[in-house]
């Protein structure tokens, strides 16, 4: 199947690289409050876009060409943080890595087998927390120029690795919220459901404000509500 005519993938690279050189003003989205804000730990994770292979999405009327996709991969069910749950490559910031974009490829690589030599980074956005681990962690979009096989390189850390068309996660009938209880309120979040992947969580915070800030979101609606697996 050809893509049809519209927005080239191309573009949404000199969109993201705007993004990153302009964040906008408002970037807030909480997985809740940090354990200790003074003891966060850093980490990164590589939000990294690119041209799918021969798989475009189906979508029509869609923001953005149909045949750009991110990168994301399923944790495994045995790891005691976030286990099982749909993500970002990246990891902690080690005193070693250089800064968050070194620490985002150097995981992205040890997770998914890319070759970072094919990465472009286009720059970083503000940290955000990650609540449950106590982390601060920092998107950094990137762009596929030279894209390499993927794979789950060691299953005890990650059990699958994907390749999501955009559009799909753009398309309102795959978006909705999740609901979970909050010092005893009910707490709702942006969630995004594609075939059988869903994405939740800090994944799906990061993916909903950069798709706002992008402009890339289509009307949907968050009184939608998405059931967590048990």
Known sequence: MTPSAGPSAESARAQLRELCARPPARWTGSTGALRSASRARPAAV???????DPRPSTALDTPV?????VLLLRRAATLTDHAGQVAFPGGRIDATDAGPVEAALREAAEETGLDPGGVEPLGTLPPLPLAVSNHLVTPVPAWWRRPTPVVAVDQAETFEVYRVPVAD???PENRGSTVRAREGRPW???AFVVGELLVWGFTAIVLDLMFDALGWTLPWDPARSIELPS
């Open 188 to 190: 709702r979040a942006p």
């Open 46 to 52: 590589l939000v990294l876009f690119g041209v799918l």
């Open 65 to 69: 060409a149909r045949d750009l996709d």
């Open 169 to 171: 996660l753009l398309h």
